[in-house]
């Protein structure tokens, strides 16, 4: 069966995407999405995300890491696939989706979409990172000297040692670059590489920050080597709260591959 899909990218984290509101794909065929999302052999991806009806909002995001495994929320993903939906017509400036992690808002300008993260209750502080799920896992550690860092041998250490095991965490690399601005590199999980940044994860580098006392705004910028990405937030003595990551969503191709 051929498949329309369109690649998409948010800061250099890439993704396939399909509209599969006729639920024509099949969705546990786990092979087949690795293979689109091999950079050698397929279309190459980060992610593989399908578009789904919902009856209680704009549409569903289905997530999909290049490992081919379903998996857990995707910022960079949902500002793209924000972007998609308004290329489908499917909704002009404002939207309002499901992931895996609830109900999500997002608006969208020109390239920029804003999209709403859910709120942060826990953010756990170690002696050397901090761990906080902001729809994914996030390991949070700050480094000097970034640009050189062994992100991914580092990465993988980390990511399959405890205590986080065969399920594993992103792992998010951080250096200071001045008041409220931070260089951002991440290894992520499902990949098994660096990915060029990780929504999600500079969502978690942004509270982490803030819980450490390292910013003196609840307005933060992330500098990936993908891009520039950017997150608000409130706080309370409850954590953190109307979280919202911003940030560009491109349509860089459409194609037609056999499924
Ligand atoms: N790239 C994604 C993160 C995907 C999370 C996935 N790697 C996992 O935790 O399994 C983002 O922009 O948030």
């Known amino acids: 069966m051929a498949i329309t899909f369109y690649k998409y990218q948010g800061t250099g984290n890439d993704f396939i995407i399909v509209d599969n509101r006729l639920l024509e794909i ?149 250096e200071q670059i001045s008041d409220n601005k931070f260089a951002v590199r991440t290894y992520e999980r499902g990949v098994e590489d660096e990915t060029l940044s990780c929504g999600t994860g500079v969502t978690a580098v942004a509270l982490a920050m803030h819980k450490k006392g390292k910013i003196t705004s609840n307005e933060v910028t992330l500098i990936t080597p993908g891009g520039e990405l950017r997150v608000k937030f409130e706080n309370n003595e409850k954590g953190y709260n109307n979280v919202w990551l911003i940030g560009p969503a491109t349509q860089v191709f459409k194609g037609k591959i056999e499924w």
């Open 26 to 174: 099949d969705k546990n065929n786990t092979k087949r999405i690795a293979e689109l999302c091999d950079r050698r052999f397929g279309i190459g991806a980060d992610g593989f995300i399908l578009l789904e009806n919902d009856k209680n909002s704009d549409f569903k995001m289905v997530y999909y890491n290049s490992d081919g495994n379903e998996s857990s929320m995707c910022g960079n993903g949902g500002r793209c696939m924000t972007s998609f939906a308004k290329f489908l017509g499917i909704i002009e400036g404002k939207a309002e989706f499901y992931a895996i992690d609830g109900l999500h808002k997002a608006s969208i300008e020109e390239d920029i979409v804003h999209l709403q993260m859910q709120d942060v209750t826990t953010v756990e502080v170690y002696e050397k990172h901090l761990f906080l799920d902001t729809g994914s896992p996030h390991h949070v550690e700050m480094v000097s000297d970034i640009e050189n860092f062994d992100v991914k041998n580092c990465g993988s250490t980390i990511r399959y040692g405890e205590p986080y095991g065969k399920a594993g965490s992103n792992v998010n690399f951080v």
